[in-house]
């Protein structure tokens, strides 16, 4: 049985959609098209499934791009794991999988997207639109959807020559500044060794449906806000919210600027251990 994936067919835009994204986006990446369909289906968010179906409901809908999203976040795992393993052959385990974690996490994801402007060639539903968060869910989820679907159409050499134009950039710089693989822990680490204090974390906002709910969690030290983060579950939310604090914190300097903020007290204690 042929899988619904891999038999996308160019003809069930047809009626749908009749511009050129596909082969535009192409251009500028520098990717042959064999059937634009994959590319289509990547640039297809599932907020506009409904709007193209109450115009035409008696015509089968395309998929949106979650099935490739899927399948793009795991070839961009392994692509990112097989450079790594063969970058950093004496590096140990611990040290590459936080090095994988550092490389696609969705900010990063997200700031690629933003690269090749690809907001601008999705596919959205009336009211939807990319946000200025540096974990916008719909454009980390397309850029994954648009590995999968070069893989696709391309194979995967083309995607793993897609991936690496990024990872290879970035490479050094997230090694030279290794983000912890547990950012909630280290952020509490960090500040209970620091000040003796740990931070605290609210959710502030809950969006979309039961079945896809994305959370907004809100870390703050002494009811100073240090960073927020998005995520599918609570703990997912708070530890991307203790990343983007961890991003903020990353010198002495900057952690007694914190402390003086707190009325001098938080500082004093850390001068007194110090």
């Not at 009626?15 to 297809?44: C, K």
């Not at 385990?93 to 601008?120: F, K, N, Y």
């Not at 990024?166 to 693989?181: C, F, G, N, Q």
């Not at 502030?204 to 994305?214: I, N, Q």
Request: cysteine-free.
């Amino acid at each position: 049985m042929t899988s619904p994936l891999t038999a996308i067919d160019e003809s069930l835009f047809t009626p749908f959609v009749q511009d050129e994204r596909p082969h535009e986006l192409a251009a500028v990446l520098g990717i042959e098209l064999r059937n634009p369909a994959f590319l289509r289906t990547a640039l297809t968010h599932r907020s506009i499934l409904h709007e193209w179906g109450a115009v035409q409901p008696e015509l089968p809908l395309p998929h949106s791009n979650e099935r490739l999203e899927f399948l793009g976040d795991a070839y961009l795992g392994m692509i990112v794991a097989e450079e790594l393993f063969h970058h950093a052959p004496e590096a140990p385990e611990g040290d590459l999988t936080s090095w994988r974690v550092a490389l696609v996490r969705a900010e990063r994801l997200v700031a690629w997207a933003r690269e090749i402007d690809l907001g601008a060639y999705l596919y959205l539903g009336t009211g939807e639109r990319i946000t200025d968060s540096p974990r916008d869910r719909i454009l980390a989820g397309a850029f994954e959807a648009l590995i999968g679907a070069i893989a696709l159409d391309s194979g995967l050499d083309t995607a793993r020559a897609f991936v690496l134009r990024y990872v290879r950039r970035d490479l050094a710089s997230v090694i030279s500044h290794t983000e912890h693989p547990n950012p909630k822990g280290y952020l509490q680490e960090l500040l209970q060794d620091y000040f003796r204090l740990g931070p605290s974390y609210r959710i502030v906002r809950a969006e979309g449906p039961d079945h896809a709910r994305v959370f907004t969690a809100e870390v703050t030290f002494r009811g100073q806000p240090l960073g927020q983060g998005e995520g599918a579950s609570k703990r997912d939310a708070e530890q991307a919210a203790a990343s983007d604090a961890l991003d903020h914190l990353v010198t002495d300097d900057q952690l007694r600027r914190l402390g003086a903020a707190g009325n001098g007290i938080i500082e004093t204690e850390h001068e007194q251990r110090r």
